[in-house]
């Protein structure tokens, strides 16, 4: 067994479902630190039983992070080891973890990463989605408003995104996704990762949405969202853009007469938006 050397944080990622998806060299790590910053203790501790770790455990979770990071500070300063995890996976993705390895960088204090488990790459690696280039949004915004305005920036993205996101929202996400990045864009949906119930689907939205919305298991459980960056535009010639935004804008503000039109014809929502605001300005 290697032994860990002193004065040094590592940041030991643990399963995200899966107790067997772990690594040798996190176990060890585990066992010889002289303490673990557990984001919740009580959770952890099935792990670390499992495991028969038996080493010492403090909370660092997103309340607590300043001012336990100095205490650890401290700590390492001393010549003590920390290890870092969180709930599942590795820490610092959409968890806590930040504020505590920028501060002990700050001191010229070893940060050691030991890899494993992480639920946008297990998702990632097997959606079918172009896997060379992507882009981790996290979690979207919870409220309606503020979650189209991130999804309307992302509409000529044309990397891989990828979304953490809430089971209870699903629905409401796939309904927005389908605005800004219309019916036809595959998307797919990773769900349960290493766990009984695993799904990983990929389909065209409008598709995955009737999917999900005829199914109530798939809007159970953890889950990743990736959507398909936008790839070369269809060749829809103005004209017809024109003419749906005419007579949508008849009846709906610019806004929403753009998003409708970009889903439809499949064209970007920004050159939609645009053509919308130079006929609205034609007709006043
Ligand atoms: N640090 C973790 C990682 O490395 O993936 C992510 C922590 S974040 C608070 C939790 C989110 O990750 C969940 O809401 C879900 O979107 C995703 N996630 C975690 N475990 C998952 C699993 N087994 N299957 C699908 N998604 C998962």
């Known amino acids: 067994m290697q032994k860990t050397a002193t004065a040094t944080l590592y940041i030991v990622a643990t399963p995200i479902g899966n107790l067997m998806d772990i690594s040798q060299r996190a176990i060890d790590t585990l066992k010889q630190v002289d303490v673990i910053a557990a984001e919740d203790t009580r959770h952890s501790g099935h792990l670390l039983q499992h495991y028969s770790i038996k ?110 996101e809430s089971p209870r929202r699903l629905n409401k996400t796939l309904e927005d996704m389908m605005i800004f990045f219309g019916r036809d864009r595959r998307v797919c949906l990773a769900r349960e990762l290493t766990k009984l119930h695993e799904t990983i689907e990929t389909r065209p939205l409008a598709d995955l949405l009737n999917w999900v919305s005829d199914d109530s298991n798939q809007q159970r459980g953890e889950c990743v969202l990736l959507v398909e960056g936008q790839t070369v535009q269809h060749d829809v010639n103005d004209d017809e853009i024109n003419r749906v935004l005419k007579l949508l804008l008849a009846d709906l503000s610019v806004k929403r007469a753009a998003a409708i039109t970009a889903s439809l014809l499949d064209v970007s929502k920004n050159k939609a938006y645009e053509m919308a605001l130079k006929l609205q300005q034609k007709d006043t």
């Open 55 to 164: 080493t010492p455990t403090v909370s660092l979770h997103e309340h607590n992070e300043q001012q336990r990071s100095e205490a650890l500070l401290a700590r390492l300063q001393k010549g003590e080891t920390v290890a870092l995890i969180s709930d599942a996976g590795t820490p610092l993705i959409s968890d806590p973890g930040y504020r505590l390895v920028s501060l002990v960088r700050e001191h010229d204090i070893d940060v050691v990463p030991i890899p494993g488990s992480c639920a946008l790459i297990a998702a990632l690696s097997a959606s079918g989605l172009p896997s060379d280039k992507f882009s981790f949004e996290g979690f979207l915004p919870a409220k309606q408003g503020t979650r189209q305005q991130s999804l309307e920036q992302l509409a000529n993205e044309t990397r891989t995104m990828i979304f953490y």
